[in-house]
């Protein structure tokens, strides 16, 4: 039992994974000596060698289908994308191939594997460093979709994503890979890949979040606390599939909810939970469902950042929206 | 100005177009049977093709691409195969599946649209039909990776078109397999056509094998109209792959005869003297002169085996059409290897949907929605 | 004047804008002589010549990034996909390039470019010929998706995407490209792109839709109509940017809504629209939305296609469930 | 087997690493003040990115990526360009875009994380930094297919890395260039590395000029510390290219001497003693000395020179340090021509949480959070 941070955890998991199941590879740009620039793959590929730890050339499309094929061959390759940026030529296989292989041979070819990337701004990178992709990939059939929120929960959840026999697209919060330590057994527990996390119990509202944006809630749930608000922090966790019955029980209770999310809103991921309220939840919501997001505009350069992406301010502000329905 | 490097691109003739040797046999086809076995196959596949064009025509399987013209591509590189090898094809590969155990049947199920066609039971662990164009060379660079961290002495076999050598998927995937050392051989159906697009579009490059030195690996042009020179190179390729020599790009030079699929028309853009004048070219043909020259061969004999062919595949059509269809629930049962719970209430609406659909059919017309 | 198939309008919308600008050009894979392959550009290339109407090598990554760099330079690239299964290459393209060169050089360089494809299921064609990915594209900032259901709608939106400074994906639903006629003056007059239709006026309960979708819809409120019930048809054409008032108007009336599309629920099309409801249309909502789409399913090939899009049925039951709520 | 087509890679080597002529110097190199004018380009870029390294340290910009050791590959090449040309550039090519006009204070307005920054005054036709590797190749061929539409003879010049020969966009916009006969050039700043992973993991192919034979158009390789060979051989592919015959390829020789960018650490995964080998073949020195000999340089001038340049990148970091910031609403006002009435609730947004930003900054610590 130590303290970690979210990119120890990781490479925790990772290595545990590796340890325990042969098949498991990691691949990617980077991944070898450098130890991925992160270094998440850190040593990696001194304990394993070059045929479990592959740097592969440059070239996003190719390592995901890779990946597919390694996949049908019995392996688990976990690919890390260096960039949330550079995962969009990735969609086509993922689409068309990963999320589709079972079902289209009705169980004969399989396809388990892990697509992993630092995601998220907040760390001032240069552009397409920054970005949220999550809505693209949880629309996407066949596949899951999981952001972890801590330390704890990067470990737990990364060990079921690998060990789970379907793609899994594992997104990383960079701005939290080293903001904090906590405590991470390395048990080899794993964590379900369906199931939200209520962080913090409350009773006036429902704040949903998941990633880099759950410390900011529970920042902004314990200044509510000390007005004598209290606020429900849920992590969502697995995107997909969406725990909706933890979701329907918070707002169920509160009835009240804010959804923060980093991605642009329109046809953004806190769509989908919005979505869940006004079809089955409508008749517990006190008040409108408030998205605290970014904009609907292209990631800014680092200048404008903060702007773009969501603060404990914006979020209290939202609070006392809905708090205003009485 | 020092010369750095040179290459030089070579194509291997065998039989010529008018079933004469340009070039001494390999010794495996000095095997009479083996030869009448290539040429059983291709036979098969044009009756296949015949059949399933028809089939479409008339409203009893979807949008299909016949390989007419290109048979000798698809069986000499499926008969350069060993059972264990993994094959990857594209949509216009039916000769090479059925020679590796894929049943008409199961090809007619695919084609008439139903998954289950996927899951044959012949060589299980080769790729399913990939629609989307050369997606699938990736693919085969991830199954060789897996024979290679294995020291399996298989070998991962891509078949795609002159069309998909312009994508980008299909060169990365080259570029990889070239600097791993791969045991991937990729075959290009080099039929002159993407659809309505000519090769002469498609790149400026004089050959197609040439795109192999850009990753670093041998690439060989043959005659793909002569089964016995695709077989003998492609056999090359995949045995050197074998025994660890890495990959290799075969254009495999042939013609489309028909027209790209059944939902294609393509007077619209080629003249018919072109398809008339290849028409001269096609393999199957040709082999069919060698075997009579060679008195292997003769009217009889063709005869009873068209005959044997078609009864072959009307039976499999019988079966096809037979086959009960797949429970609604088959679309979602397959996604994930256990159904998410919170998908259990979709897995409801299917079968709601379902019964809702089968009692709508059984109404009058005029009924219901 | 004259009765165009879907089809029809948009060749005639097509030749209309690249006879009033010579910098509108046509691109993509059998466009030229074969006029594509659903006609939609026949008879360009021979009235307009190779230099507007180009065949370009097959590869969608390319013609989408190819279609940047002439639109940087002045030119308005028309392209088309071959089928909506083979756009997912160009995602990258969009959302790193398309959608933010204007903003990334503020102002100095960007990006008129058109992406059509025909869309949707139906036709009972091969794998990967019926997607809907639609919320893929209406995610990307600076972009719009426009979908069209009928000719003169189709018409008027091309028009009005391919003189749009701006990147449009514009979404043809191929089920209906020759389904029926409708009288499209060829007059040049677009529509606007930020515009939902009201197609039937309707007092007890709003269907949203597009595309294919819109004749299931209407059919729906006739059979609603004949048994008392009046259904408001809203096609929301424009997915974005969406047209947040005339939905929210027609809610507000109606206080019931069914949102009716063909691709998957999870992080859908739809989940926008109905967050917009929680958002912003909560207190007039006297039923939990209903959304009646396809499942989180690869589209099944076409055997149990029937079952994976849905039908009038289906529409109706949503009808009832939303009319149950008194 | 007959041969059906050959092809030889040849590398262009003038300046020797020691500055004695390997080879003749071309016409233009004999007018000794376009050498210095040369020089004088190296010179300030290598200031600029000593300078922009320093101010990253001390927190004043964000991550940059030097380009020590590379300076011939971009100015050679900007230096073969028209003026009316355009390029577009990787995140390397400093060198290139200041001689070209782009000014150091928009440099440095890019990297310190603000768009203005590539709204330059220069060359407004030129492509922005493009970051994701080699996803400007396409925009290349648009931008040449544009000027080929229009006869205008103007070429697009795209320079990309050793890296980014892998992409499969890359790959598809040299094939389409060839196939169209496009006026475009890449040059291929091979400087050994993408990132960590060395040249010889990208690729089994001898030489990357070789992979323009997979596209129909000549490669070839030049020594990339040599600035006089690079405008030379890039000069020529540029003329070529203007005058209708179509693309090429130029792959030019280098070292990557400093680490990937400031955010990486290049001794994780690469010795010492290769870069300091690699030091005695550096461009700047190289060509210092061949203008020394030739009566051309001394060191009166190279200290006046040195001077001068870093007097004008200081200026450009003052001016830079001075802008006041941009607007709030700018990340929303450019992203379409005329903001959609549907987003003017989140351009209202936008100014409540700069307000609330603004606020909280100017807030005693321990204030409002
Ligand atoms: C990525 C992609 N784009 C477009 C299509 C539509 N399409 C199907 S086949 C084809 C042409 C393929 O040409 P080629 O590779 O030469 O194979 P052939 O059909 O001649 O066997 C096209 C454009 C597709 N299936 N996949
Ligand atoms: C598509 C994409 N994938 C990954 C990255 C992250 N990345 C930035 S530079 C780089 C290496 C580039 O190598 P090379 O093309 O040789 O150019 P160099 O940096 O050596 O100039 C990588 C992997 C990126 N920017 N874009
Ligand atoms: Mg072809
Ligand atoms: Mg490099």
Redesign the interface.
């Known amino acids: 039992m130590s303290a970690l941070t979210l990119v120890e955890a990781v490479r925790t998991a990772l290595a545990r994974a590796m340890d325990e199941d042969p098949t498991v590879?990691v691949l990617g740009e980077d991944v070898g000596k450098d130890g991925g620039v992160f270094r998440a793959t850190e040593g990696l590929f001194e304990r394993f060698g070059p045929?479990r730890v592959l740097d592969?050339?440059l070239?996003e499309?190719?390592?995901?289908?890779?990946?597919?094929?390694?996949?049908?061959?019995?392996?688990r390759?976990v690919v890390e994308f260096q960039f949330d940026g550079f995962m969009y030529p990735a969609l086509?296989?993922l689409v068309?191939?990963a999320?589709?292989?079972?079902?289209?041979?009705?169980?004969?070819?399989?396809c388990p594997i892990v697509l992993r990337a630092p995601y998220g701004g907040g760390i001032r990178a240069p552009e397409h460093h920054s970005e949220s992709p999550e809505a693209f990939f949880a629309h996407v059939?066949?596949v899951r979709t999981v952001i972890p929120s801590s330390p704890a929960r990067a470990y737990g959840l990364l060990l079921a994503a690998i060990r789970d026999?379907?793609p899994v697209v594992f997104l990383e919060p960079k701005r939290i890979y080293r903001a904090f330590r906590e405590e991470v057994v390395d048990d080899g527990k794993a964590l379900p890949l369906?199931r939200a996390f209520v962080l913090r119990q409350g009773r006036d509202l429902t704040l949903l979040a998941w990633g880099a944006m759950i410390p900011l809630c529970l920042e902004a749930a314990g200044r509510l606390a000390e007005e004598g608000v209290s606020a429900e922090v849920v992590d969502v966790a697995t995107l997909k599939?969406?725990?909706?019955a933890t979701i329907l029980d918070s707002v169920g209770k509160t009835g009240r909810c804010v959804i923060v999310h980093e991605a642009p809103p329109s046809y953004g991921p806190g769509a989908e939970i919005a979505a869940l309220l006004a079809v089955a939840g409508l008749f517990s919501l006190l008040a409108p469902v408030v998205r605290v997001t970014a904009f609907d505009v292209p990631t800014p350069l680092p200048r404008l950042e903060d702007l773009f992406l969501p603060a404990v301010a914006d979020i209290l502000e939202a609070c006392r929206t809905v708090l205003a329905h009485r | 100005?020092?010369?750095?490097?040179?290459?030089?691109?070579?194509?291997?003739?065998i039989l010529r177009a008018d079933g004469t040797l340009a070039?001494p046999l390999p010794a495996w086809a000095e095997d009479g049977a083996e030869l009448v076995r290539l040429y059983r196959a291709m036979v098969l596949t044009r009756v296949y093709d015949t059949k399933s064009v028809n089939l479409q025509r008339t409203g009893r399987l979807?949008?299909v691409a016949s390989s007419l013209g290109q048979e000798a591509v698809a069986v000499g590189t499926a008969a350069a195969m060993r059972p264990e090898d993994?094959f990857l094809p594209s949509?216009r590969e039916q000769g090479a599946m059925l020679w590796r155990g894929v049943r008409i049947e199961e090809l007619l199920t695919?084609?008439?649209?139903?998954?289950?066609g996927?899951?044959?039971s012949g060589p299980?662990?080769d790729?399913?039909i990939c629609?989307?164009?050369?997606?699938h060379?990736?693919?085969?660079?991830?199954?060789?990776?897996?024979?290679k961290?294995r020291r399996e002495p298989r070998v991962?076999v891509c078949v795609l078109g002159d069309?998909?050598t312009?994508?980008?998927?299909?060169?990365?995937?080259w570029?990889?397999a070239?600097?791993w050392?791969l045991p991937m051989v990729t075959v290009v159906n080099d039929n002159q056509w993407?659809?309505?697009?000519p090769r002469?579009?498609?790149?400026?490059?004089?050959?197609l094998?040439?795109?192999?030195?850009?990753?670093?690996?041998p690439g060989i042009?043959v005659d793909g109209n002569d089964v016995i020179a695709v077989r003998e190179v492609v056999g090359r390729a995949i045995e050197r792959a074998r025994s660890g020599e890495?990959p290799a790009l075969v254009e495999a030079l042939t013609y489309r005869l028909a027209d790209h699929t059944t939902?294609?028309d393509a007077r619209?853009?080629r003249d018919d003297a072109e398809v008339s004048a290849r028409w001269k070219e096609e393999p199957v043909a040709r082999l069919r002169n060698f075997l009579v020259a060679r008195g292997l061969w003769d009217k009889e004999r063709e005869e009873r085996l068209l005959a044997e062919c078609t009864r072959e595949v009307d039976r499999a059509v019988e079966a096809y059409l037979a086959r009960p269809?797949?429970p609604?629930t088959?679309?979602?049962d397959?996604?994930?290897?256990e159904l998410?719970?919170?998908?259990a209430a979709?897995r409801a609406?299917?079968l709601r949907?379902?019964a809702?659909?089968a009692e709508?059919r059984s109404e009058p017309r005029g009924g219901?929605?």
Chains 1, 3 share one sequence.
């Open positions: 590879l045929e592969t050339p070239s499309a190719l390592f995901t289908g890779l990946a597919v094929g390694l996949g049908a061959q019995g392996f390759p086509d296989q068309n191939h999320g589709r292989l079972r079902s289209r041979t009705r169980g004969r070819l399989s059939p066949g026999p379907d369906d599939p969406l725990d909706t | 100005m020092v010369e750095v490097a040179s290459f030089r691109i070579e194509r291997v003739e070039a979807g949008t993994v949509f695919f084609w008439g649209g139903d998954e289950r996927s899951n044959w299980r662990e790729f399913p629609v989307p164009v050369g997606t060379a990736p693919h085969a660079a991830g199954v060789a990776t897996a024979f961290l991962a069309g998909a312009s994508k980008g998927d299909v060169y990365e995937a570029n990889l070239g600097v050392r993407a659809i309505s697009v002469s579009a498609q790149t400026a490059a004089a050959t094998a040439q795109k192999a030195i850009a990753c670093g690996m042009q890495g939902a294609d619209r853009y269809p797949a609604a088959d679309m979602i397959h996604v994930f290897a998410p719970p919170a998908m979709q609406s299917i949907r379902a809702e659909r709508r219901r929605p």
